[in-house]
């Protein structure tokens, strides 16, 4: 059944960010039939080159907000590990492949692991320091829960090369931090259409709320308190919003939402 709504709340852990919508938005909306569908004009190669860059920023900004709110929801991941290939690795399939079945060695030893990675290209340079327009060996950034492990057999359960792990540190909005930080080199044409990043399937989600609950946990959570960050920005798809982000002291979901949690104290 289809509704609308123009008000919304994410929770991730501790972080949470409001949207004020201008006008309503449909939920379970129905999309038109295929025969309803007028067909796309013909694009110019300049007007193909301009959609493909909006395609491409659109994609970053999705996977940077999914990051974002997946780190945050996941206070447990405080160890950040980088894995390199001593054999340059171009081939991210290829790669992709071997970082997987590390996965499952690590996995069988600590069942516990939990972990989100994103691939990324390092820049390779020439002899006289240039960087090479092509080329460029995998090597993945990982945040996640990793016990204490001798530095000598992590290195053999990656068994491709160099292994560099340290703690995370108290940083306020982890996921703000890393989501930026791995955006710098991260999405490059050639990582267009292929997956972005990895994670397990037993971390916890964000929370999001819309409506007449998103209006009660933001009476009930955030009335007293001033937000971290807010602005007001247009979007092609939903048009004006207003936004707003908050740090809470606590983590009112622990286990996914549960609507008894917006009627009992704190």
């Known amino acids: 059944m289809a509704y609308t709504y123009d008000f919304k709340v994410v929770v991730s852990g501790k972080q949470v960010e409001v949207f004020k919508y201008k006008k309503n938005i449909w939920r379970e909306y129905d999309s038109p039939k295929d025969e309803q569908i007028k067909k796309p004009k013909q694009l110019n190669i300049f007007e193909q080159q301009k959609l493909k860059e909006q395609q491409i920023k659109s994609s970053i900004n999705r996977t940077k907000t999914e990051l974002r709110r997946l780190i945050n929801s996941n206070p447990g991941l405080n160890k950040f590990m ?110 267009f259409g292929k997956k972005k990043y990895f994670r397990s399937q037993s971390l916890s989600e964000s929370v999001e709320l819309i409506g007449w609950y ?5 009476e009930k959570f955030l009335s007293l308190i001033s937000p971290v960050f807010e602005k007001t920005f247009y979007s092609e798809w939903v048009g004006m919003v207003d936004y707003k982000a908050f740090t809470l002291g ?16 704190v």
């Open 82 to 191: 980088t894995l390199t290939f001593a054999k340059s690795t171009t081939d991210i399939a290829q790669a992709n492949y071997i970082f997987n079945q590390f996965i499952k060695r690590i996995s069988y030893r600590y069942p516990d692991f939990q972990y989100i990675a994103v691939p990324e290209f390092q820049k390779d340079t020439d002899y006289y320091g240039r960087k090479k327009e092509h080329g460029g060996s995998v090597h993945y950034h990982l945040l996640c829960n990793l016990p204490y492990i001798e530095m000598s057999a992590l290195e053999w359960l990656w068994g491709q090369g160099m292994v560099n792990i340290r703690e995370t540190g108290q940083v306020n909005n982890l996921g703000a931090y890393m989501s930026k930080y791995l955006g710098k080199e991260l999405f490059t044409g050639r990582m």
């Open 250 to 265: 606590f983590v009112p979901f622990k286990n996914g939402f549960e609507r008894n949690i917006l009627f009992n104290s």
């Open 214 to 218: 998103a209006m009660k946990f933001v």
